[in-house]
């Protein structure tokens, strides 16, 4: 009988997933990764994704299932992997993306770890997307269901971890998911999503990250596009490209964040036309197909809620990958992540540089 590790938040969806295994007849376990205390993060409250409220749903999932269930320790890795890194990239203007860099270094790399350490078989994870096998290569694709794909933050799956992962849900919609967990009585079938980035649920990411660091972001100068001073912002790690909203002052037009600029300690305000660009060039980048010889027609993303659209991809001398959109986009945005799709098929991916 093959052996299944499932990757269990406490939420509906890696509880279907578990059930969806075992029905299968898959041998399998729940385990829950312990990312953080809640005083590591300032928070006092129970009320974060894989908190104490979260881990009892996923045993009570796992006794109803009558599956062994087990909670794995993966603090130091993930504060050096996830949120170091998301302190970083806001202080040196970018945007950073947490949730790709837990599936890449927490699910999909210290699991397969404990998938090999215990002689299992498979990783199993809820995500709405799926894995197919074509000419002896694995091929990421999304999710039937495409309002709730989540193929955006799999890019840098590797062949060998496309091998040894099942997504169990790739073929359903949230309505069926709901259905089921309700159908078995599971505790949390009504549950709500996690909207938030786990470690940060208020979504005050820069009070977070001077709480964490204990460091003052000094204020500095809001800037025009020719570099004029236009008034005062109140930190660098308070803006993000695109942000319109909490800049706490007036213009007499509406002024979005375009740029920053660390060394001067400014922030780039501009129109929302000023927004929108043709171009970019990716670091860091993961082909799941062959890498290509040339330039590619494809579609991509560069963010998680966006229809993808129409683009020229091609690989630089240095590994780099340069995205050339057939029509501008708006707010490309560093440290984000930029996707490549051939249809449903997932073609790799990318950091915004």
């Known amino acids: 009988m093959k052996k299944a590790i499932i990757a269990m938040s406490g939420g509906v ?44 749903d996923a045993r009570a999932v796992s006794n109803r299932l009558g599956i062994p269930y087990y909670v794995f320790n993966f603090k130091d890795e993930f504060r050096e992997k996830v949120i170091d890194k998301f302190i970083a990239t806001y202080e040196n203007g970018g945007t950073p993306n947490p949730c790709i860099d837990c599936n890449r270094y927490l699910k999909f790399a210290r699991l397969f770890d404990k998938m090999k350490e215990l002689g299992y078989d498979f990783v199993v994870t809820g995500h709405y997307a799926r894995v197919e096998e074509k000419d002896g290569r694995f091929l990421l694709k999304k999710g039937l269901d495409e309002s709730k794909d989540q193929s955006y933050v799999l890019y840098s ?23 089921i967990a309700e159908e078995q009585g599971f505790v949390n079938a009504r549950k709500k999503d996690s909207q938030d980035i786990c470690f940060v649920p208020d979504g005050d990411y820069a009070s977070f990250i001077e709480k964490y660091t204990g460091k003052v972001y000094p204020e500095g100068d809001f800037v025009d596009i020719h570099g004029n001073p236009i008034g005062r912002h109140q930190g660098i790690i308070r803006y993000t490209n695109g942000q319109r909203k909490g800049l706490g002052v007036a213009f007499g037009q509406p002024m979005y964040v375009s740029g920053k600029n660390i060394e001067k ?16 060039t990716a670091y860091d980048f993961n082909w799941i197909v062959p890498k290509p010889d040339e330039e590619i027609k494809c579609s991509a993303k560069v963010r998680y809620n966006m229809k993808e659209q129409s683009a020229t991809a091609f690989v630089n001398q240095d590994g780099t ?5 057939d029509s501008p986009q708006r707010a490309i945005t560093k440290g984000q992540s930029v996707v490549l799709y051939d249809g449903d098929t997932v073609l790799g991916g990318g950091t915004i540089k």
């Open 13 to 56: 969806d890696s509880s279907v997933a578990a059930y969806l295994m075992k029905k299968s007849g898959f041998d399998c376990i729940g385990v829950t990764m312990k990312l953080y205390d809640n005083e590591d993060i300032n928070i006092s409250r129970e009320k974060t994704c894989c908190s104490l409220d979260d881990i009892e």
């Open 157 to 179: 799956l590797t062949q060998e971890q496309l091998a040894y992962i099942r997504f169990p849900l790739g073929e359903y919609s949230k309505t069926d998911i709901r259905k």
């Open 265 to 280: 300690n400014t922030v780039t305000l501009s129109t929302n036309e000023e927004l929108f660009s043709s171009e970019l």
């Open 321 to 325: 990958v340069t995205v050339r959109f």
